[in-house]
């Protein structure tokens, strides 16, 4: 790939790069650090089309609008799946972070914003397009693993294997990294979304009873667990009983959540072990050492790290602040243009060939 792309560059653009993620929406100012980590969530007034909050603000709406008003999430499975609400939300994120930057005249920014791997060429276009129309004057795409493995700080230039699996809303990715470059990735739908998801169908099944989704990610978060736990935890839940449809609460504990969230976590852990398998032997050597590193929200599910390690064998720990991973990365890409424009790639161009 060229270089200087950035050239022009300079210490006196703001520029800024975005995690445009299922669940948070994150940017990160050239020279000032991250301004926004925002839920990913939009209001609309249906009857209006009138944007009616933004954030986190709209997402104490979810679930507790009047019909005519919805709070919908423009992105799903890390894809743009709402192109006009996407755009809306990143132009209200880009004019907050001008207004509370004091950049009012400033030129328009260019713009880095991660995309999942495995997107098609079509989904890629959504994001461009959808951060150009938001007032981007250019704009780059990094893969998310690569920002998260900038993020984790791993030695992605060195000639032995890194593995990260950033675990979001939406998607989970496993990549190998050697020498700057992805070697073996796989991405899969079973993230923190799915888990929720998984807590309401228990809960139906086992309880009779409807949770909501903000709900049953306050339990995942509150409870939630991948192997045993030293100690019991528990919740108080609430939702609605099925058979008499009156409010309900019943308390539940730490290990039947683990049992709601076990086939989903244990496929998450088999995919890990597959793409471990697919990796070169002398990587996998390097890996043994080095271990695995766990970013992105999903990856706080309490004792995570354990089973992976059962799974695979491998020494596995989750990053400092994992929900900061990616946006940390693009931050340091951006901050070190001149060395690590590389990783990005513009509109049309073809990706670095693969390993
Ligand atoms: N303490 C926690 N324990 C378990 N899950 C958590 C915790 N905190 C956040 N999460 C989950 O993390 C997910 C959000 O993570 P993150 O912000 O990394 O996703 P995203 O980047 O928006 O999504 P994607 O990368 O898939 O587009 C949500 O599903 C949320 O429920
Ligand atoms: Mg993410």
Do not use: C, W
Not at 97 to 103: D, I, S, W
Request: net charge negative; glycine share 8%; charged share 25%.
């Amino acid at each position: 790939m060229t270089t200087n792309m950035f050239k022009l560059f300079n210490a006196f653009s703001k520029d800024i790069g975005i995690d445009l993620g299922t669940a948070n929406t994150l940017v990160y100012v050239r020279g000032r650090g991250i301004m926004i980590n925002e839920p990913s969530v939009v209001a609309i007034n249906q009857k209006t089309g009138q944007v009616l909050a933004v954030g986190t603000e709209a997402k104490k709406m979810i679930g507790r609008t009047p019909d005519h008003i919805v709070a919908t999430r423009p992105l799903q499975g890390g894809v743009v799946s709402d192109f006009e609400i996407t755009q809306q939300m990143l132009k209200y994120f880009i004019d907050k972070v001008y207004k509370e930057a004091g950049f009012k005249f400033m030129a328009r920014p260019r713009v880095i914003v991660g995309v999942p791997i495995d997107v098609t060429e079509v989904e890629r276009r959504a994001v461009e397009d959808a951060t150009r129309n938001a007032g981007a004057r250019e704009v780059f795409l990094i893969e998310e693993p690569m920002a998260a493995a900038v993020g984790a700080r791993l030695p992605i230039y060195e000639a032995s294997g890194s593995v990260i699996i950033d675990i979001g809303g939406g998607t989970s990715e496993v990549a190998v990294i050697s020498l700057g470059g992805i070697v073996i990735s796989k991405s899969l739908r079973i993230a923190g979304d799915r888990l929720n998801q998984d807590i309401i169908r228990y809960t139906r099944d086992n309880f009779n009873m409807l949770l909501g989704e903000r709900t049953a990610e306050e339990i995942k978060i509150s409870v939630g667990s991948a192997v045993e736990l030293s100690e019991r935890l528990d919740v108080v839940m609430r939702g609605r009983d099925l058979v008499s449809g009156l409010p309900r609460e019943i308390v539940v504990y730490d290990h039947h959540i683990r049992e709601a969230l076990a086939r989903s976590l244990r496929l998450l852990a088999a995919a890990v072990r597959d793409t471990l398998e697919q990796t070169p032997p002398e990587l996998v050597a390097d890996i043994m050492q080095r271990g695995i590193t766990l970013s992105g929200g999903g990856s706080m599910i309490r004792e995570l790290a354990s089973l992976i390690h059962q799974e695979t064998k491998m020494p596995v720990r989750v990053d400092d602040d994992p929900l900061t991973t990616v946006i940390r990365g693009i931050g340091i890409i951006l901050e070190n243009l001149d060395n690590l424009q590389e990783f990005l790639t513009t509109p049309g161009r073809q990706d670095p060939p693969r390993i």
